[in-house]
T-cell receptor, first 116, second 112 residues
């Protein structure tokens, strides 16, 4: 069964450093998403991406964040200058078409980012 | 007032019990109501969704939406140890966006 994969599973970085989180969405999916979940808190939407453009983003997704689809398979989230409060689990998701509930978002297993 | 409220639990039940999981919400514009299941060290997985008010049944799972009360429920019949997971409610459709707004999740433990 096709699945979304994410690397690394755990990333430790120092405050102020740049990190890139990587995702390989399901191959025939066209819409891609990043979410984050701070420990003990809700899953929060960051950004959605379609046709090489951001289609929707939340207030959390400020100038320190960027997304890219550098090739035909990877989808990345870059955090330019990490802060302690960026420590969270970051989930990538993809969907076949424009998200309505009937087009399910498939989530990856997440990357745990720890900023020290 | 938070948009989606969900008791984090944990909720511990014996195998075979009927489980009731609930969420309340404040945004009356939500149209789609979803339940996700999240196993440890995994991403959320869509379990069921319902449009507007009403009930939906899928095997041992029943989702209920009461828009007048802004209250949704997930019932699990004949619960199994394999149902042990965190259950996240989520809602969307406000302002034309299908991006889900999640609750905190309820941790369910079904013990043999």
């Amino acid at each position: 069964e096709p699945e979304v994969t994410q690397t690394p599973s755990h990333q430790v970085t120092q405050m102020g450093q740049e990190v890139i989180l990587r995702c390989v969405p399901i191959s025939n999916h066209l819409y891609f998403y990043w979410y984050r979940q701070i420990l003990g808190q809700k899953v929060e939407f960051l950004v959605s991406f379609y046709n090489n453009e951001i289609s929707e983003k939340s207030e959390i997704f400020d100038d320190q964040f960027s997304v890219e689809r550098p090739d035909g398979s990877n989808f990345t989230l870059k955090i330019r200058s990490t802060k302690l409060e960026d420590s969270a689990m970051y989930f990538c998701a993809s969907s076949e078409a424009l998200t309505s509930v009937s087009y399910e978002q498939y989530f990856g297993p997440g990357t745990r980012l720890t900023v020290t | 007032q938070k948009e989606v409220e969900q008791d984090p639990g944990p909720l511990s039940v014996p195998e075979g019990a009927i489980v009731s999981l609930n969420c309340t919400y404040s945004n009356s514009a939500f149209q789609y109501f979803m339940w996700y299941r999240q196993y440890s060290r995994k991403g959320p997985e869509l379990l069921m969704y319902t449009y507007s008010s009403g009930n939906k049944e899928d095997g041992r799972f029943t989702a209920q939406v009461d828009k007048s009360s802004k209250y949704i429920s997930l019932f699990i019949r004949d619960s199994q140890p394999s149902d042990s997971a965190t259950y996240l409610c989520a809602m969307s459709g406000s302002g034309g966006s299908y991006i889900p707004t999640f609750g905190r999740g309820t941790s369910l433990i079904v013990h043999p």
